[in-house]
């Protein structure tokens, strides 16, 4: 009898593996077929706008004013989509995120996983973590309220004039929003370096600091590389900081003091209220989609190539 039930028990254990190893292929199956689903819907009507407005005209033009005229018989603008300032717009507020993020979020990091007491730890990292819980219109209501009156009164006393609506303002808010992004992932990455690397470098009479610099940081590279990957996308797709902060004038400037717009901003605006779908105005929303999708896809790519090197370094 033992053979027979034996065989029963491999029989119903191969069923399982075969329906569980279904599902997991069906839930792969559904993430890719998603994905290309909106690839294809979002590069469809992006062609269709290129059919009106010419690839170079979008990409390289200098003015973007998308009213046009409703019907044939209008006088009235024929649309300008020029999206150089709202790429320019678009990354001066990204960088300025990540330069106030970056080094905040990074050195906390370290902080917490090889300085501070586990008591503190336990209380400090959750409390840091609910900054990504706020509701991002909740950040843009302090811009408003606390820091851009802040920053204009700090601009009037230094000589300089600061828009009420600026990148600067915008900048900041968002890396104080994409803090804990950077944080928590960059140290749960420090933590899971192997201790046998500390203990090693420490036995050769490194210091706390140069074990840190040297071996810590090097073998984490790639997780914090995608934790600052994660905030990024998490900045450039972040609409309502900049609708309340930096404003809705598609400003091409260098100065980050002066009002800007960003992609995701214009995108809202080309795709809300009552517009007529075939236009070329509400299509460029599919063209500013596209491109967006193609920086991160870009972004994605150098950073593969980025981690892939220093792993190759230091393995």
Request: net charge neutral; proline share 5%.
């Given at each position: 009898?033992?053979?027979t039930r034996r065989t029963t028990l491999t ?202 610099r040297s071996v810590v940081l090097p073998a ?32 091409l400037t260098a100065n980050p003091l002066e ?57």
């Amino acid at each position: 009898m033992m053979p027979t039930r034996r065989t029963t028990l491999t029989s119903g254990h191969r069923t399982v593996e075969r329906l569980v190893m279904a599902l997991l292929m069906a839930a792969a199956a559904i993430a890719v077929v998603i994905t290309g689903a909106i690839v294809f819907s979002v590069l469809k009507e992006a062609l269709r706008f290129f059919d009106a407005v010419p690839v170079a005209d979008f990409l390289f033009g200098l003015n973007w004013s998308p009213q046009t005229a409703l019907r044939a018989d209008q006088a009235g603008a024929t649309g300008a989509f020029g999206a150089v300032p709202l790429f320019a717009g678009t990354f001066m507020i990204m960088l300025i995120a990540i330069v106030v993020a970056a080094p905040v979020g990074l050195f906390s990091a370290i902080f917490l996983a090889e300085y501070a007491p586990r008591r503190l730890r336990q209380y400090v990292k959750p409390m840091l973590e609910l900054l990504a819980g706020i509701p991002t219109v909740v950040y843009g209501y302090f811009a408003i309220v606390a820091l851009a009156p802040l920053m204009r009164d700090l601009g009037a006393a230094l000589g300089l004039d600061v828009a009420f609506e600026s990148a600067l303002t915008a900048g900041i808010v968002m890396g104080i929003m994409i803090i804990p992004f950077i944080s928590s992932l960059a140290d749960d990455m420090i933590t899971a370096v192997p201790r046998g690397l500390r203990d090693a470098a420490y036995g050769l009479g490194a210091t706390p600091s140069e074990v840190i610099r040297s071996v810590v940081l090097p073998a984490a590279l790639p997780g914090i590389v995608g934790a600052m990957l994660l905030a990024i996308s998490r900045a450039v797709g972040e609409t309502m900081i900049v609708v309340m902060a930096a404003g809705l004038s598609a400003n091409l400037t260098a100065n980050p003091l002066e009002s800007v717009t960003t992609v995701t901003v214009q995108m809202v605006s080309l795709l809300t209220g009552d517009q007529e779908f075939d236009s070329p105005k509400t299509l460029a929303a599919f063209a500013l989609g596209l491109a967006l999708f193609l920086f991160t896809l870009l972004l994605n790519l150098c950073a593969l190539m980025l981690v892939r090197r220093y792993k190759e370094q230091y393995e």
